[in-house]
């Protein structure tokens, strides 16, 4: 075949950060592309019917392992810049950070170093400023992939979004309180499969051909 090969999820091993109804929801997804491993972390250890879910005092030993890494954490004081300048070392060379989370989950500067270097690329469904202001580094720097948050702005969230409410109403009136041994519906989030250059970007827009990732269909 002629030509630069894209890479592909398949055979890669892909780690899940946050690993709630979000990072469940994902993995669902990666489900068709033929990982050959993919590892899950949340605040504590736990089993699940797909595997162990791993502790975040385990990240460390897990991010060298991992093509691909996926936060998709709640913003807390402990996960803060959580994917700071350690954390983004320790990820192997030629990596992709995949963050879906809240943008201060990553520490910007920490990550403009690692990818003006070439040495990882970051796909950003969110970013630390947010709105990212004209002329802010992240809008040009080299593999990076920005997305503009909007991956629930489909007809597939409203049906959703009753359902979820609907079921939280019956158990509250029944004194049984949210959930907890099921994941709740989640949004659609962004395909990295449907990655493309848009031409015509809106003003809001600094740069002239602003890539982003559209959502996948249900």
Request: hydrophobic share 40%.
């Amino acid at each position: 075949m002629a030509g630069r090969l894209l890479p592909a999820l398949a055979d890669k091993s892909v780690l899940i950060v946050g690993y709630g109804s979000i990072g469940a929801a994902v993995e669902d997804r990666l489900a068709s592309f033929e990982c050959a491993r993919v590892a899950r972390v949340a605040r504590s250890a736990r089993t699940t019917g797909r595997g162990p879910v791993h502790a975040l005092a385990d990240l460390p030993a897990l991010l060298p392992e991992a093509d691909v890494v996926v936060l998709s954490t709640p913003l807390t004081p402990a996960t803060r810049h959580l994917a700071d300048a350690g954390f983004l070392a320790r990820m192997k060379d030629g990596a992709l950070l995949v963050n879906i989370a809240r943008g201060p989950v990553v520490d910007t500067n920490a990550l403009l170093k690692e990818v003006e270097s070439g040495r990882i690329t970051a796909a950003l469904d969110v970013t630390d400023p947010e709105p990212l202001p004209a002329g802010h580094p992240l809008w040009h720097a080299p593999g990076v992939l920005i997305s503009p948050h909007v991956g629930g702005s489909t007809s597939a969230f409203m049906p959703r979004a009753k359902r979820l409410i609907a079921g939280q109403l019956r158990r509250f009136a029944a004194g049984r309180g949210r959930p907890t041994s099921s994941s709740p519906p989640t949004e659609p989030r962004p395909c990295a499969a449907a990655a493309r250059r848009t031409p015509g970007a809106p003003s809001t827009t600094p740069a002239p051909s602003r890539r982003v990732l559209r959502p996948c269909p249900e």
